[in-house]
């Protein structure tokens, strides 16, 4: 590290050495630790504007907490880019999201500082909680825990479970709300809403908060006392300003909001609030890219930008031109398409509409798209409760965040079979975001769900050809899954045909050795087949439920020995469900199964993690090959 560059930063090795600074060092600090986010992830591309809009607050809490022995509990994982290297990461932060680097996301299993893994959103408050309880029960009186949420998370379901859990159980939590009225996209719903119009005089929460540490230190204020003093406080405030705070109505102390990105002021509060015994809310105010101004004037374009110049602000983005399109792009203008056609369609999305390209019908169609936050659950059952009276619900949820949903998937929709066409992008590897990411299991958990139809294109003329298909009248709930990534056909807009529910088609014919495959790793398996020069067959699942039984048959009758090759789970996804067919039938060829094993796939690049878990080309060649030659 250029230590001219880095004067105060170069000597930090580990927040003890922090600690040694004083508090008038401190945006020094915070101004080269948000200049080194900057220099690496221009180059190493990764999550980089929420990362540097909660810099302050990731240095006050390292300077005011003993950590690691306190515990910081991060909330949706690419906020703590600044949290990695003040604790002993910053040389190894090159290697970020990187296969065999540094994890994308905050985990245990990496460092001490990391006291829980937080790929997805909403639950530090629960682990933090259980964390608190933990350090009481064990008699560890002098352990803090601290729980940072923001991002948009606190509309997810279970911050509100963990916050009314929070109310009723002994604690003395600390939660800390980095409101920077964003998540990706900007922050929907009427909790966003009150925290930005949430009217607390700062003065006041000073005055009350100095009070009651006097009492406190007099003896006067016992546990019960506080709560009734806290009970009598708000009723009083609230019926002066005609407004009840949310938080203290719980019986949580509330405290803000204040500026975020004054880090001696977050330290000064961090330090009175530190003792303080029962559970209280630091709100914050922060901007996200705060310190870029590229990033602070388009948030969500900087949320993950890839890379960049750090001087001029311009993105290195790849040439596309003369590329397909990506599988969201094809879904996004398909769907506009579609509600031109049929006005009954309307589009749902937890927080991800430029994400998931639905930002496409959302500016066509404002009335007609519903960005319900992070709050995959509610998605679906607000789905279900708009197709349950006369809607065609399209509702796109990235496949590993859906995982959240699935006793709604169950009992919202697939009970009634109501006509919501479910889209889970992100379907199978999706690379350097890592194992909390990867679409690894919607097949196999979904599979077993009476009354799914469930499909995966190979290209894109098959999505825009399923998505028509799955909004005709009668289809029930229909889950299509694709990848993250570019489709394999440039001529992809094509016409909208309806596709026979429970078919798949033949690629190719061959000799002795067939290969059956769902979705777009057939292109890999064409290549390999081609490549090999061998006579193989190639059959295209297209749907894992129904299953094409006709299809399975005639590669029951040909083939002796069978490959299925599948992005996605290898127990209990397309392979299994071909082996139980093939036995239910009296069938017994060998098969031979390529997907994602049984254990959590880490990061890397896409083309590196295929090739690790055995179903890249020349993998499926390989065992063409041997196979073959027996």
Not at 165 to 178: A, C, E, H, K, R
Not at 372 to 397: R, W, Y
Not at 584 to 612: C, N, W
Request: overall charge negative.
């Amino acid at each position: 590290m250029d230590q001219e560059k880095y004067n105060l930063l170069s000597q930090i090795q580990s927040p003890a050495d922090l600690r040694k600074l004083s508090v008038e060092q401190l945006p020094e600090v915070c101004q080269e630790l948000r200049q080194d986010i900057i220099d690496e992830v221009s180059v190493n591309p990764g999550h980089f504007a929420s990362s540097l809009g909660v810099v302050e607050i990731t240095v006050a809490l390292h300077y005011v907490f003993n950590t690691p022995e306190d515990r910081i509990v991060w909330d949706v994982g690419h906020q703590a880019y600044g949290h990695k290297i003040l604790t002993g990461r910053r040389e190894e932060f090159a290697t970020n999201r990187k296969l065999g680097g540094l994890h994308p996301f905050p985990t245990p299993v990496e460092s001490e500082y990391d006291t829980f893994i937080c790929g997805h959103a909403s639950n530090s408050i629960s682990a933090a909680l259980g964390m608190a309880v933990a350090a009481k029960k064990i008699g560890d009186s002098q352990r803090h825990v601290v729980a940072v949420i923001g991002d948009g998370a606190m509309s997810g379901g279970l911050a509100f479970e963990g916050i009314n859990n929070v109310s009723s159980t002994p604690n003395d939590l600390l939660i800390i709300l980095n409101d920077n009225d964003m998540s990706i996209d900007h922050a929907v719903g009427g909790m966003e809403k009150y925290l930005l119009n949430l009217d607390t005089n700062a003065t006041y929460n000073r005055l009350r908060f100095k009070a009651s540490r006097w009492l406190h230190d007099k003896g006067y204020l016992n546990e019960d006392r506080r709560k009734g003093l806290i009970r009598l406080n708000n009723a009083i405030k609230s019926a002066i300003s005609h407004q009840q705070n949310i938080f203290e109505g719980m019986n949580i102390r509330y405290f803000g909001p204040f500026d975020g990105h004054d880090v001696k002021e977050v330290v000064r509060l961090l330090s009175q609030l530190k003792d303080m015994k029962g559970p209280k809310l630091l709100h914050l105010h922060t901007v996200k890219g705060k310190g870029y101004k590229p990033a602070e004037k388009a948030a969500t374009v900087w949320h993950a930008p890839g890379k960049f110049d750090p001087e001029t602000g311009k993105r290195l983005v790849d040439d596309s031109c003369g590329k397909p399109p990506k599988f969201q792009d094809v879904f996004g203008d398909t769907l506009l398409e579609l509600a031109e056609q049929n006005p009954k369609i309307v589009g749902v999305t937890p927080a991800m509409p430029t994400g998931c390209s639905m930002i496409t019908m959302m500016r066509q169609m404002p009335d007609r798209v519903f960005d319900v936050g992070i709050a995959e659950g509610h998605a679906v059952t607000f789905s279900g409760g708009m197709a349950k009276d006369g809607l065609q619900p399209f509702c796109n949820i990235y496949s590993s965040f859906a995982q959240r949903a699935y006793d709604n998937i169950i009992h919202d929709l697939a009970l009634l079979n109501l006509p919501v066409v479910l889209c889970l992008d992100r379907a199978g590897i999706v690379g350097e975001d890592g194992a909390t990411h990867h679409g690894a299991f919607d097949m196999p958990a979904l599979r077993p769900i009476p009354n799914l139809t469930i499909a995966s294109p190979m290209d894109g003329k098959e999505l825009r050809r399923l998505m028509f298909t799955a909004q005709k009248p009668g289809m029930g709930t229909f889950v299509i899954r694709y990848p993250r990534g570019r489709c394999h056909d440039n001529d992809w807009k094509c016409d909208l045909e309806e596709v026979a529910v429970g078919t798949g088609r033949c690629i190719r014919k061959g000799q002795g050795l067939a290969v059956l495959t769902i979705g777009p790793v057939g292109y890999d398996v064409e290549a390999a087949i081609q490549e090999s020069g061998l006579d193989v067959a190639h059959y295209d699942m297209r749907f894992l439920k129904p299953l094409d039984e006709a299809l399975l048959k005639e590669v029951a009758d040909n083939y002796s020995t069978l490959i299925t090759v599948e992005d996605g789970s290898r127990e209990g996804g397309m392979g299994s469900a071909v082996l139980e067919w093939m036995n239910d039938h009296g069938y017994t060829p060998a098969v031979y199964r390529l997907g994602m094993p049984d254990h959590f796939v880490e990061h890397g690049s896409v083309d590196q993690l295929k090739h690790i878990c055995g179903f890249d080309k020349e993998s499926i060649m390989k065992l063409i090959k041997e196979l073959k030659k027996e």
